[in-house]
């Protein structure tokens, strides 16, 4: 008797859900099929890496007697995964009801073709980011060991990947590639943000790059930045509209700085100290730093003590 009752509050508790998804919810969306798959697209980034990085992301399954196969495998792989994947997006979210499935099929197909041509220009700027890497962090022994371990230089490659087709206007996937990044490397680039050539992210963990930052070349960047916005309180008024900084030329900001606002402009050869908090233009060759704190002491008595933080001629650190 008691596991009949159970079994009917049970079933009702079903039949209320299941009757939920009739409300016209914008979370509701039951067939799994007529939408980009979160999956799909993260196993598309490992074999976007194995292509832009030859030889550093093999699949292991498989036995390699013939490199020039094995990438064109994958490499076709890509182009038909990616199509499907672009042909559900362009039928999501704002674009629903507008293209029909033949035009639908014609644009997927133009676009991964514009996009998979674009490869070697691609792997072109993330040369130039591995090199910035080596020339800016010491502790670098060589490249392979950047390529394999930093998450730095994997946040900007998938970030690379997925600005181009942010480029062609292909809905959600780009956001996918890299909050997939987001989520291995605790680093955030929107892909919609323009990243010029020799960027170099240290450390990473923590930092946010708004969708309509600009950067310059020869930009380097510690952990816990944040180049965002002012405010958003206009909500979707401020949809497609410049929001976030733009940052020079040959500028290096450490770790902890905020940068905030639309008219904000980092001038090139400009260095940020740590936990700067900026809403206005910098000029170029300046150096921004943090007045002298007050540091506090407690001992075991409760006695506190005070004393002044010196701060040497070089006032930034690094870890």
Not at 93 to 101: K, S
Request: hydrophobic content about 35%; aromatic content about 10%.
């Amino acid at each position: 008797m008691e596991n009949v009752i159970k079994e009917k509050e049970i079933g009702g508790i079903v039949n209320d859900i299941l009757a939920d998804y009739q409300g016209g919810k914008n979370i509701d969306a039951v067939n799994i099929y007529d939408k980009p798959d979160k999956s799909e697209m993260r196993e598309m980034v490992r074999d976007l890496l194995r292509i832009i990085f030859p030889g550093y992301f093999r699949e292991r399954t498989y036995k390699i007697y013939n490199p020039d196969n094995y990438y064109a495998v994958i490499i076709e792989d890509v182009f038909y995964h990616l199509n499907k994947q672009v042909m559900l997006a362009l039928d999501f979210c704002r674009l629903r009801g507008t293209m029909t499935n033949e035009q639908r099929e014609r644009e997927s197909y133009r676009i991964c073709s514009e996009f998979l041509h674009k490869i070697p220009i691609i792997r072109e700027y993330i040369e130039t980011d591995l090199l910035a890497a080596f020339d800016g962090d010491p502790a670098a022994g060589c490249f392979e060991e950047i390529i394999l371990a930093y998450p730095g230089l994997m946040a900007i490659t998938v970030y690379r990947l997925a600005h181009e087709l942010y480029k062609l206007r292909v809905p959600v996937l780009p956001r996918l590639m890299t909050e997939y990044a987001h989520s291995e490397t605790g680093i955030d680039i929107h892909p919609g943000a323009t990243i010029d050539r020799y960027f170099f992210i240290d450390h990473g963990t923590g930092i946010v790059i708004g969708e309509t930052s600009v950067i310059g070349k020869n930009v380097k960047i510690y952990q816990g930045v944040t180049i965002g916005a002012l405010s958003t309180r206009g909500g979707q008024k401020l949809s497609g509209k410049k929001r976030h900084p733009t940052i020079g030329d040959n500028v290096t900001i450490y770790a902890g700085a905020s940068i905030l606002g639309v008219d904000t402009v980092i001038g090139e050869n400009t260095v940020i100290g740590g936990n700067a908090f900026i809403t206005g233009s910098v000029p170029a060759n300046t150096r921004v730093s943090i007045k002298n704190s007050e540091m506090e002491y407690r001992t075991k008595d409760n006695i506190i003590k005070t004393e002044e933080v010196k701060q040497s001629n070089d006032w930034y650190y690094i870890i």
